[in-house]
């Protein structure tokens, strides 16, 4: 084992998704090593690109987050395509640890889009980490594939149908529907793209199996050739704990803000409704004969007139009466559910440093897997460490000098009293993988009309800019506004953080000598 003199986080930037590489280099005995840890690489798949981009948004938004801005904003294929060369470039095609936090697009298109280089070429890869969600072989991941690949299957075929759909549920699903990635369809046909769940099993192959590992949480691992230690800290196995996505309410509320969304949907009621949609003919229509009544009159010179229900259904006053969407509520909770429960099997890390500073990276881990990390030490009290005293969640936050922002500054992936709050280190830096033009555009249609998603959240980054003293970087950042906050307030007087930016990415530089 050497010693650990540098290490390095870069952050891509210009997406709406997580791409980050870890890399330290050793001192062994006079020559150095170095060694790389990539955690995830993807982007959403529907971004647009500059002037593209700011023709679908709000004016408001385009005000509030600035034409320039706006501009510089890359589709999203292309810029993944570039941040992964970049990455198999640094690492000269030699990955030794690559991280699949979850099975989001988000985290996993640029394996998808540069497939050639990634997983035909000649990259190799030393070890790779899942959580245990992704074991094929494991009973309760079993169930957990089988629930969300139904939920899939409907989002996909909602996204279809709400191309032609301008109802705010069916498009609040298509835009969720984008995170779960290309779905083959029964009877809308396939999208010929590679899935989620194809881009896992890829990365699986490539890797083989006697170099890919399924954590589980209170693990703690010695990752001796970087010197440094993880501990594993969810998705937990708590049914109930993987499932809770929504803060409690009142002063018990675990995040930023007390959100409200149903969280149950009728799956089968759903597919029912959208096989109906899909495949609807004069034949097949949701009611029985007896209580059917025509919708069309009697031709007038050739020209067919509405009959006296139409009449009635389409009157500005009977509108109160109409059913044609309610069948939406439940797509949208349904989206809104499968998005979350994905996000809670995040796998979630923290990344202990010779000197004690800890660098958390939780993917996108909302609540349920957040308050799971109290419920056990590391490694779980039944085993002995070499110290002889197992470490508590509570500790880890407490040393943590790096946070890897959940969900891209979303309002539920960051708990508050339990998490942020316990990140008293004044050394703290943040780094919040997002682009806001393209958040804004992909949420569209849903909370107030063209706000899209707020990423990051106001209050939540409130709070960062507080305990970190400003010391913020961003997907899509002022490299001068960033810079000065660093210089500004330095992490420490003698070893300093320091950050350098180009135009895929930012790189923090952690100086341990």
């Known amino acids: 084992m050497g010693i650990l003199k540098l290490l390095r986080i870069r952050m891509y930037r210009g997406i709406l998704g997580d791409c980050f590489l870890i890399r330290t280099t050793l001192d062994d005995g006079g020559a150095e090593l170095e060694r790389s840890i990539l955690i995830d690489c993807g982007v959403l798949q529907n971004v647009a690109a500059g002037a593209d981009l700011i023709a679908k948004l709000d004016p408001k938004v385009v005000n509030r987050i600035g034409k320039k801005r706006l501009s510089e904003v890359e589709a999203g294929p292309a810029r993944i395509s570039a941040i992964a060369k970049d990455v198999l470039k640094t690492v000269g095609n030699r990955i030794d640890l690559l991280v699949i936090t979850h099975e989001h697009y988000d985290h996993l298109s640029g394996f998808a889009f540069e497939k050639g280089a990634f997983l035909d070429g ?10 245990w969600t992704e074991n094929l072989k494991d009973p309760q991941a079993q169930v957990l594939r089988a629930r969300f690949s139904k939920g899939k299957q409907a989002l996909a075929a909602a996204a279809t149908l709400a191309q032609g759909d301008a109802h705010p549920g069916l498009r609040t699903a298509a835009a969720l ?63 109930v704990l993987l499932r809770k996505d929504t803060p409690s309410k009142g002063q018990a509320k675990e995040v930023y803000l007390t959100r409200l969304d149903a969280a149950a949907a009728a799956e089968s009621t759903v597919n029912a409704q959208l096989s109906l949609l899909a495949n609807r003919t004069d ?78 990276f939780p993917g996108d881990a909302q609540v349920g897997n957040w308050l799971s990390w109290n419920d056990q030490t590391y490694p779980p009290a039944a085993k002995t460490m070499s110290s002889g005293k197992p470490v508590t969640a509570e500790d880890l936050l407490r040393r943590t000098t790096f946070y890897k922002v959940g969900h891209h500054g979303s309002h539920n992936a960051t708990v508050e009293a339990l998490g942020l709050e316990r990140m008293v280190d ?18 569209k249609g849903r909370a107030e009309p063209g706000s899209g998603w707020r990423m990051p959240f106001e209050e939540l980054y409130k709070a960062l800019q507080e305990k970190t003293k400003g010391r913020i970087v961003q997907g899509d950042g002022n490299p001068t506004v960033e810079k000065r906050a660093f210089r500004n307030n330095p992490t420490s007087a003698k070893r300093p953080v320091k950050i350098e930016h180009s135009d895929l990415f930012v790189e923090m530089t952690f100086d341990l000598s």
Do not use: C, H
């Open 283 to 360: 034949t097949v229509l949701p009611f029985s004969a007896v209580y059917q009544r025509p919708l069309k009159g009697k031709t007038r010179r050739k020209k067919a007139t509405k009959s006296g229900v139409r009449k009635l259904y389409d009157a500005p006053a009977e509108k109160w009466r109409r059913i044609d969407s309610d069948w939406t509520g439940s797509i949208e909770a349904l989206a809104l559910k499968m998005d979350s429960d994905t996000n809670n099997t995040s796998l979630a890390l923290a990344f202990e440093l010779p000197d004690g500073q800890v660098l958390l």
């Open 122 to 131: 000649a990259v190799s890869i030393g070890r790779l980490w899942m959580a």
């Open 177 to 239: 529907a984008a995170f779960a990635g290309p779905v083959a369809i029964n009877g809308l046909g396939a999208s010929g793209v590679f899935g989620t769940a194809e881009i896992m099993q890829m990365l699986k192959d490539k890797a083989g199996a006697d170099s890919t590992s399924y954590l589980e949480p209170g693990q703690v691992i010695d990752l001796d050739e970087f010197n440094i230690k993880a501990f594993v800290l969810g998705p937990p196995r708590d049914e």
């Open 426 to 443: 004044p050394r703290l830096v943040a780094a919040i993988p997002v682009v806001e033009a393209v958040a804004a555009i992909q949420g």
